[in-house]
């Protein structure tokens, strides 16, 4: 039982009241339980307590049939995060259904292969020829051996300086799975199959039939014993489909002049719109977006926001190492401290304070002993034996205050109200001010609480989380950028001996990440840990696309022809990594299409944030960053006339640069 008064007004909202200030009417009541936890037994009443009321809440049982309910309780977010879970499960088998499928289509390639007979099989065909296994697996290994160990070497690494470490830690244990998989297992299944190919064998049955010597499968080419009047219609390209468009189709057509100039345009307009989009970036994470849109927690905070002024919580100051306040000097160094948080800009001032000790004072002037005030006060004797009987009337200030068992003080805590914020800079400059924890912007010596490290203060509001927030999002990213970018420049000139690479590489990873953070703030999503994680697999699609292209373009891209144009080495370069480029970034789009499908924050965030991951990544791959190189390799022939971008006597030694 209490009599202590308790302002049931500050719980109704839109209140419409008289001249007089009497209540006309309302059209909402928040109703507040404080339940205990200082047991486990009570622990557990007070959990069946919430969950009861939030099912009762939920299911319409509520008394009148003019009510509408709507709870939210402290474990709100843990059972709305395992609830989207839920959700997510059947959607991951739809994803893998979808790329495998994917994966097997992408697998074929549809050729006409000539047999001894005058049937033509329908067969996939490869680009060795008659080369025989021994030599094909050797070679495909050390084909790509520099952009794979390149691949690997950066993600450890990047977890190893601090690039979002825990979420690269995790990266870095997959990846190393991945290439250790397919330098073993997935190489000797292909050894494998290459060895029934050779036997002309299939996959599906080990006998040749009638019906797979017309449609076989599998990937030689060889041309045994054709007939004469049959070799002019064998077909002198053995290009693939994808090649031929690539390298005849796209690659000419990117590289015509008013298509360069609209190239350059568009990625004016990119860098533009990054730009406008990073101003704009709003910083921060509600947790109120852990909460789905269907949820009766979200329509609470729909209904609190537009019922109820919104109004800072209040800055709640725990004083852990209490001083003696039966000691008068002891007691007024204190309250000079108190006094320290009241005057700055961030409290509403003394009147907002709530302190036990103010309501010590006026339960000993309500008993009459005003004439012995400090007297009381300044006795410990006194001041233990009637704090006692002060605690125990006093349920507002009974959980305030914690003693020793000979009744000293062991700790208590005080509140004042902070005014309305406005601006992001004001909610971390009052954290600046209040805290005596700091990270990246906050130095001690700042804040109040680390000015007097003798009481060990520690200060809480909620609005602390989003001045971490604000302080840490956007320095961090910032650092996982520029971290990335020091990382991979070093890996991809010992990898890719050309310094055009490295720096080409480099380029490319600022231009997708900024791209990316000033366009997601334009498909409204903030900078928070879900799109700070995924920015940094930016970086991850950035180098892969990046290394391939460049590695093509200098390294790979090789003619009988003694110096190769620029319009001829963009073709090569795009036959080569046009279609993997292509196949990655669909994969990768078809494998989060289902997360569109569900509303929550979190997973809309991904979604969001990997679509233009993928989406800028592939546009820089196949558009930007090959019209980049191929300019430079026209600048450097018109410069250098006689040197050109090839490769001497088939080493990775350049001619000239």
């Keep these: 039982m209490s009599e202590e008064k308790i302002d049931l007004s500050q ?27 200082d047991s486990d037994e009570l622990a557990r009443l007070s959990s ?66 000539w047999e001894e007979t005058d049937y033509v099989r329908f067969g996939e065909c490869g680009r060795y020829g008659q080369t025989s296994i021994h030599e094909r697996i050797p070679a495909a290994v050390l084909k790509k051996r520099q952009l794979v160990v390149d691949w690997v070497l950066s993600k450890p690494l990047m977890g190893i300086v601090g690039v979002v470490r825990f979420f690269c830690f995790y990266s870095a244990a997959a990846i190393v799975f991945i290439f250790l998989y397919s330098i073993s297992i ?3 299944i292909l050894a494998l199959q290459g060895t029934r190919e050779e036997n002309c064998q299939n996959s599906v049955t080990v006998n040749i039939t009638t019906f797979e010597r017309h449609f076989n499968t599998g990937s030689r080419v060889d041309q045994p014993n054709v007939k004469p009047d049959l070799i002019d219609c064998i077909p002198s390209d053995t290009r693939l489909w994808y090649q031929r468009f690539f390298e005849d189709v796209y690659s000419p057509f990117i590289w015509k002049p008013e298509i360069r100039l609209m190239s350059l345009l568009l990625f004016g307009l990119y860098i533009l719109g990054s730009v406008y989009g990073i101003q704009r970036l709003v910083v921060g994470f509600d947790l109120v977006n852990i909460i789905q849109e269907d949820s009766p927690a979200h329509k609470f905070f729909e209904v609190k926001s537009a019922s109820y002024a919104e109004t800072m919580a209040r800055a709640e100051i725990a004083v852990l190492n ?15 401290v108190l006094t320290e948080f009241e005057q700055t800009a961030c409290s509403e001032g003394p009147t907002s304070t709530e302190f036990w000790l103010y309501g010590f004072r006026e339960y000993l002037n309500q008993l009459g002993f005003s004439e012995m005030m400090e007297a009381v006060l300044n006795d410990d004797e006194s001041f233990t034996s009637a704090l006692d009987t002060f605690l125990l009337s006093s349920d507002r200030f009974s959980f305030d205050v914690r003693r020793h068992p000979n009744g000293t003080l062991s700790a208590f805590r005080f ?12 909610i971390v400059d009052c954290c600046r001010q209040f805290r005596t924890e700091y990270t990246i912007m906050f130095q001690p010596g700042q804040d109040i609480a680390g000015r007097h490290p003798e009481y060990n203060l520690t200060t809480y509001t909620p609005f602390w989380n989003l001045a971490d927030q604000f302080e840490i999002m956007w320095p961090q990213t910032m650092q996982d950028i520029y971290i990335s970018i020091g990382v991979m420049i070093p890996i991809s000139l010992l990898f890719i001996e050309q310094p055009l690479c ?41 180098v892969d696309f990046a290394a391939h292209v460049t590695y093509a373009y200098i390294m790979e891209a090789r003619s009988d022809k003694e110096n190769m144009t620029a319009c001829e080495r963009l073709g090569v370069t795009l036959g080569i990594v046009g279609w993997p480029v292509t196949q990655a970034s669909t994969s990768v789009l078809l494998g989060i299409s289902t997360l569109a499908t569900v509303e929550a924050y979190v997973v809309q965030t991904c979604f969001k944030t990997v679509t233009l991951v993928v989406l800028f990544g592939s546009i820089h791959a196949l558009l930007f960053l090959p019209l980049f190189l191929s300019s430079c390799h026209l600048l450097f022939e018109r410069i250098f006339k006689q040197g050109r971008f090839r490769v001497a006597d088939g080493t990775k030694t350049m001619t000239r640069l």
């Design 11 to 37: 719980g109704l909202g839109n209140v419409t009241t008289r001249r007089d200030g009497s209540i006309i009417e309302a059209t909402s009541w928040m109703v507040l339980y404080q339940l205990k936890q």
């Design 48 to 113: 069946n307590f919430e969950k009861t009321i939030d099912f009762l809440s939920r299911s319409g049982q509520v008394p009148g049939s003019l009510l509408n309910t709507f709870t939210f309780h402290s474990d709100t977010f843990d059972e709305e995060l395992a609830d989207s879970n839920i959700r997510l499960i059947p959607r991951f088998s739809v994803t893998f259904g979808i790329l495998i499928f994917f994966s097997v289509v992408c697998t074929f390639n549809l050729h006409w292969v």
């Design 186 to 188: 997935f190489v000797a």
């Design 322 to 336: 209490p001083p003696n306040l039966a000691n008068e000097t002891v007691r007024t160094s204190f309250m000079n």
């Design 415 to 426: 509140s004042t109200a902070l005014n309305t914020v406005q601006t992001d800079y004001r």
């Design 502 to 542: 490295a720096i080409t590489i480099g380029l490319n990873i600022a231009s997708v990440a900024f791209g990316v953070l000033g366009f997601m703030a334009l498909w409204s999503v903030n900078l928070d840990a879900t799109s700070m994680i995924t920015i940094a697999m930016s970086v991850g699609f950035s």
